[in-house]
T-cell receptor, first 115, second 112 residues
Framework: KAGVTQTPRYLIKTRGQQVTLSCSPI?????VSWYQQTPGQGLQFLFE???????NKGNFPGRFSGRQFSNSRSEMNVSTLELGDSALYLC??????????????FGPGTRLTVT | GDSVTQMEGPVTLSEEAFLTINCTYT??????LFWYVQYPGEGLQLLLK?????DKGSNKGFEATYRKETTSFHLEKGSVQVSDSAVYFC???????????FGIGTKLQVIP
């Protein structure tokens, strides 16, 4: 099976712009989660989607939004970019939500730099 | 809310040394526990997991035991290699399996 893919891998944007990141989960995985990884904060949970519905949301401002399509692919959008949004954005997919020890499979991430 | 505490490091060891990375957690209910590893330039990979008290997860020579009484899940390896150099994340999954909480990650450097 192909792994989780994220596009683009690298992105440079200017303050005030908006950006859209894409994630394609492993085939058959219906749950997609997004994380922000920074050196000082570690991995911070952004949100999770399952069957096109947002099931859980972390403590991020409304500038961060996402959606999931019927094929389970997910996009994350950040509007009005700030310098502090520079980070590695990781996407993770997993299988049925009722399995114990739900393992997440991570993509390589999108490195976003805001200048 | 749920939280995971681990040392940030870096932890520097010589090849063949014994490794311990401590992890403690706070959670309501009975979470599942994980260790993930992130090699340079890559995403996270699951290293091992445990779902109930006294369970021992193991993989690639790494081990961790779910200790409910001390709310801990310490990672150990008897003899580290240079190829083990990476960042290690302790994590927990809440009862509803809807959210995974990660520790800050511990950077391990193994020198020849």
């Amino acid at each position: 099976k192909a792994g989780v893919t994220q596009t683009p891998r690298y992105l440079i944007k200017t303050r005030g712009q908006q950006v859209t990141l894409s994630c394609s989960p492993i085939s058959g995985h219906r749950s997609v989660s997004w994380y922000q990884q920074t050196p000082g904060q570690g991995l911070q949970f952004l949100f999770e989607y399952f069957s096109e519905t947002q099931r859980n949301k972390g403590n991020f401002p409304g500038r961060f939004s996402g959606r999931q399509f019927s094929n389970s692919r997910s996009e994350m959008n950040v509007s009005t970019l700030e310098l502090g949004d520079s980070a590695l954005y990781l996407c993770a997919s997993s299988t049925r939500e009722d399995q114990p020890a739900r393992e997440q499979y991570f993509g390589p991430g999108t490195r976003l730099t805001v200048t | 809310g749920d939280s995971v505490t681990q040392m940030e490091g870096p932890v520097t060891l010589s090849e063949e040394a014994f490794l311990t990375i401590n992890c403690t957690y706070t959670a309501t209910g009975y979470p599942s526990l994980f260790w993930y590893v992130q090699y340079p330039g890559e995403g996270l990979q699951l290293l091992l997991k445990a779902t109930k008290a006294d369970d021992k997860g193991s993989n690639k020579g790494f081990e961790a035991t779910y200790r409910k009484e001390t709310t801990s899940f310490h990672l150990e390896k008897g003899s580290v290699q240079v190829s083990d150099s990476a960042v290690y994340f302790c994590a927990l999954s809440d009862l509803g399996y809807q959210k995974v909480t990660f520790g800050i990650g511990t950077k391990l450097q193994v020198i020849p």
